[in-house]
């Protein structure tokens, strides 16, 4: 009998673990792991720009490839 009640508690357990649990997924990482970028002043036109999308010419930060060319 104790038999039985333990493997019907392993298959509740596995079934729990396995099937319904869920598992954090990507995405709710990433929404957590929300961070802020260095901004920049385009030389140019003297806009704010992140520091990863900026152009850097003649060492200075420009908005977009018009800018830098414009600065030329």
């Known amino acids: 009998m104790i038999l039985k009640i333990l493997l019907v508690a392993s298959i ?5 673990f ?3 649990k869920k598992k954090p997924t990507l995405e709710k990482s990433k929404k957590e792991e929300i961070k802020s970028s260095e901004m920049v002043e385009c030389a ?9 999308d900026a152009i850097l010419s003649n060492a200075k930060y420009y ?4 800018c830098a060319k414009k600065a030329s």
């Open 12 to 16: 509740i357990a596995f079934v729990y």
């Open 18 to 20: 396995i099937l319904i």
């Open 44 to 52: 140019s036109c003297k806009i704010y720009c992140e520091l990863d």
């Open 63 to 66: 908005c977009s490839k018009e």
